[in-house]
C-alpha cells in the first residue's frame, strides 16, 4: 500500500490530463493517468461524479487522496474544480501560479503572462533532461519553451496548434475536408486527403525543425529539444530535432512542483 497518494491535474483548452502518484520510501511512481475533454459548462457537481466514477473503475477509494496539485490555463475552470476537489477528495488543490516554488527564475518581461502548464512543462524538462533545453508541446497551441542552463525560463514560442490550424482551414474552406492526421504515402498528395495529411504532418514536422535551427543559437547550441502533447509522437518520427517524445511531461512537471512545495 502506498505511503502517500497525489493527484495531479492539468486543465487545457482541449483536454484535462490527470494523473495518481503513490509515493513509497518518497518516491513517487505514476499509477492510473486519465484524459478528459474540457467543458467550460461543466459544473463541480458534474465534475464530481465523473471524477467518483474513475475512480470506481480502477478500484481506487476517493478518500485515498492525499494531496491534489491543479494547473489550468482555462481561468473560469479553476474555482470549479477546487470544489469538485473538495467535495471528491476532502481537500483543496494546491495550485500552481504566483507564490508557488519552482526553483526556476522566470526571465519573461511579465511572469503572470506565462502559462502554468509551460512552467510546468519547462521545470520537469530541466529536472529531467537538465539545461539548455527546448520543450516542445503539440497541444491547442504548439508551444516552444526554453530553459537555460542554469535552469531560467527564458521564454518561447506559439503557433497554432495542428488541429486549430486544420479546423480553421476547414471552415474557410468548402471544398476541403476534416482528415486523420497521419503518414501519408507520398509527400506530393495525389487527393486532396493526401495532400493535407502531407501538410500537417510535414509541414509542423519541417516548422519545428526550422524554429530549433533559430532558438538554438540564442539558447545554446548544445541544447536538447523533447516533446509532448497528443501528436508529438508522429510529428517527432518525421522531425529531425526532437530528440525524445514524453508523453506524462506535464504529470511529472506536476509531481516536482508538488515535490517542491508539500513541506510549505
Known sequence: MAEAVLLVIDIGNTNIALGIYDYNDDKGTLGEHWRLSTRREETSDELSIALRALFRESGRAPLQIDDIILSSVVPPLQPVWERACEKTFGTRPLIVGPGIRTGMPVLYENPREVGADRIVNSVAAFELFGGPIISVDFGTATTFDCVSEKGEYLGGVICPGIHVSL??????????????????????????????????????????????????????????????????????????????????????????????????
Open 167 to 264: 479546423e480553421a482551414l476547414f471552415e474557410r474552406a468548402s471544398m476541403l475536408h476534416r482528415v486523420e492526421i497521419a503518414e501519408p504515402k507520398s509527400v506530393i498528395g495525389k487527393t486532396t486527403t493526401g495532400a493535407l495529411q502531407s501538410g500537417l504532418l510535414y509541414g509542423y514536422a519541417g516548422m519545428v525543425d526550422s524554429m530549433v535551427e533559430r532558438i538554438r543559437p540564442e539558447l545554446g547550441e548544445g541544447a536538447r529539444v523533447i516533446a509532448t502533447g497528443g501528436l508529438a509522437g508522429r510529428i517527432a518520427a518525421q522531425s529531425r530535432a526532437i530528440e525524445k517524445v514524453v508523453p506524462d511531461l506535464t504529470l511529472e512537471g506536476l509531481r516536482i512542483l508538488h515535490e517542491k512545495n508539500r513541506n510549505t
